[in-house]
């Protein structure tokens, strides 16, 4: 995961990536689908509005190195990333702190 996310925000230009860790949403319990579907509309409008910035999605499940590298210990958990380097990690659904930590990443 972590080298085709980069890979990608390289071929398109961005050096501020920000990346959701998520459990495969067809196979968990009801309770963590609706708390992502809490924050999947604000994580949408952020990358709509912040094209600078490349957004991914990371199913745990299927990429357990990367979450294993990054310490995914709950969904969704964020990662912020500086270029190569992971620069802040927010784990929860709080639609202002995810609003902050992308404005922050913004301004480095």
């Known amino acids: 995961m972590h080298a085709t996310v980069l890979m ?3 071929f398109i230009g961005c ?4 990346v959701v860790f998520l459990i495969c949403l067809s ?3 009801i309770f963590i689908f609706i708390y992502f579907q809490a924050i999947k509309p604000v994580y949408q409008k952020l990358a709509d509005e912040n094209t600078e910035v490349a957004f991914g999605l ?3 499940d299927e990429n ?4 294993l590298e990054f310490e995914i210990n709950a969904v969704p958990t964020f990662v912020f990333f500086d270029g190569e380097r992971a620069v802040e990690k927010m784990t929860g659904a709080d639609t202002n702190q995810l609003e902050k930590l992308v ?3 913004k301004s480095k």
């Open 27 to 29: 196979c968990i319990c």
């Open 64 to 67: 357990s190195d990367a979450a």
């Open 58 to 60: 990371v199913d745990v």
């Open 103 to 105: 404005g922050d990443l």
């Open 15 to 18: 050096l501020l990536i920000i």
């Open 8 to 10: 990608l925000a390289t």
